[in-house]
């Protein structure tokens, strides 16, 4: 390891002055990430093998190692974000949440399982229970993991923080939801406005609190997509459904209907645009909430592309997939044949002969350690080709407003949070990184 670099693999910080001095004034202070794709790629395949040679064990370990580099790759103003979140504390957290879990699972499952034999007998009733049961535990989960993670995490020396609250953005949750599903998605800017300032107006830095600005109809606009996707959808699929009515059969239609093919493309074109409208509203929604956050004076600008969002997912899991399932078919389309004795050195024009002479317990082995193979290199994959690009972007495009602001800040208290993520790493809400 060199001297310029971190434990973490990202480069140390430069040694500059942690605040700004008369002689250089500072109206803003410019995100950037200086991590390396080769480095993350060699971590991320170390510490996967361990986690799956510890049969899971490891994982929160993986997790802790990976956010630390992640975090130390990411600066605004020449300073680096610090994570300092403790592995123990992640699988005792688990360890809480599986408990508390096993005791939903086990218990409250038997009596609903009861309850609907009895009154309607069928279990329908009971897995719809169970279901709607757990729903606000995800949210639950979510908001403490947030928690955790803002916890954990530091800039400048200060922590940030987030304020308890994850049962009352659980209900909030759950209300915008439902008043969003009946309302068939018109109300989902509200949806995202309201339970974004609840998050942003209980996070604090250091003695800083934020707060959410703005108001929820200037998301509209981010919807635009989203709504050229319907539409389109909508003139393939309506005149396709009232033919549907008045030619039951598919084959007939496609001979009988001249526009048949028309309607098909337009759907196609429908699902392709509104696909994208989603990233275009995660990102452009994210950009306008961003822009109206503040604290004490300090204001926050994301310049973050949509298109660039969809072009790294989309070519991300293509490059994913290739690396992966390609090789992995091949290997996997040999031993099977392998397997059933279907296979020869005549047949394949290469010496395969000696597969056949392996035990079948020996394939079997083979063929487990390969599916743990797979999900392993996936997540290697995702990490190099998604999720580093995604990190790598958004902090590039993250710019800080009168930075002269941050000076009267001091130091929060420590939050314990004895249960860390465990509720998120037990219903896998989305919160690995």
């Not at 309607?263 to 994210?286: C, E, N, Q």
Request: net charge positive; charged share 15%; with cysteine.
């Amino acid at each position: 390891m060199t001297r310029d670099q971190s434990p973490w693999g990202a480069p140390k910080p430069d040694p500059v002055p942690a605040t700004p001095t008369p002689s250089e004034p500072q109206d803003h202070l410019e995100g950037e990430f200086l991590g390396r794709r080769v480095r993350l790629f060699g971590l991320a395949l170390r510490t996967g093998v361990l986690t799956i040679l510890t049969l899971g064990f490891y994982r929160f370990w993986m997790k802790t190692r990976l956010r630390r580099w992640y975090w130390s790759s990411i600066r605004v103003g020449g300073l680096p974000l610090e994570y300092v979140g403790d592995p123990v504390e992640k699988l005792l957290g688990f360890l809480i949440a599986v408990v508390i879990l096993a005791f939903y699972v086990g218990v409250v499952n038997l009596l609903l399982m009861f309850a609907s034999f009895s009154l309607f007998q069928g279990n329908f009733a009971a897995y719809l229970a169970s279901f709607v049961g757990v729903i606000p535990i995800w949210f639950y989960a979510q908001y403490r993991a947030r928690r955790y993670v803002l916890a954990r995490t530091r800039w400048r020396g200060l922590r940030f923080g987030l304020e308890p609250g994850a049962w009352g953005y659980a209900v909030r949750a759950l209300g915008h939801w439902t008043l969003t599903l009946l309302t068939l998605g018109i109300l989902w800017p509200r949806m995202t406005y309201h339970l974004e300032k609840y998050k942003t107006d209980r996070t604090s830095w250091g003695t800083g609190r934020l707060s959410q600005g703005g108001r929820w109809q200037m998301l509209f606009p981010s919807t635009k997509w989203v709504i050229f996707g319907v539409l389109i959808s909508a003139c393939g699929a309506v005149p396709l459904t009232w033919e549907a009515l008045e030619t039951p059969l598919l084959s007939d239609m496609m001979y009988a209907k001249p526009y048949f093919g028309l309607w098909v493309a337009l759907i196609s074109l429908g699902i392709a645009v509104l696909t994208f409208g989603v990233f275009y509203y995660r990102v452009d929604s994210l950009r306008r909430l961003t822009a109206t956050k503040e604290m004490n004076g300090v204001g926050l600008t994301l310049k973050a592309r949509p298109l660039r969002i969809f072009g790294i997912h989309f070519w991300g899991y293509t490059l994913a997939s290739i690396a992966l399932f390609v090789p992995l078919v091949m290997i996997m389309v040999v031993i099977g044949f392998a397997m059933a004795g279907l296979i020869g050195a005549e047949d394949m024009g290469v010496d395969l002969d000696w597969l056949t002479t392996l035990d079948r317990w020996v394939l079997i082995v083979i063929n487990i350690g390969l599916y743990f193979a797979a999900f392993l290199m996936w997540s290697v994959f995702t990490q190099t080709f998604i999720t580093f690009p995604l990190m790598r972007h958004y902090a590039e495009t993250l710019t800080l407003h009168n930075p002269d602001a941050l000076l009267a800040v001091r130091q929060r208290p420590r939050d314990e949070h004895i249960e860390a993520e465990g509720f998120a790493e037990a219903l896998d809400v989305g919160a690995s990184i």
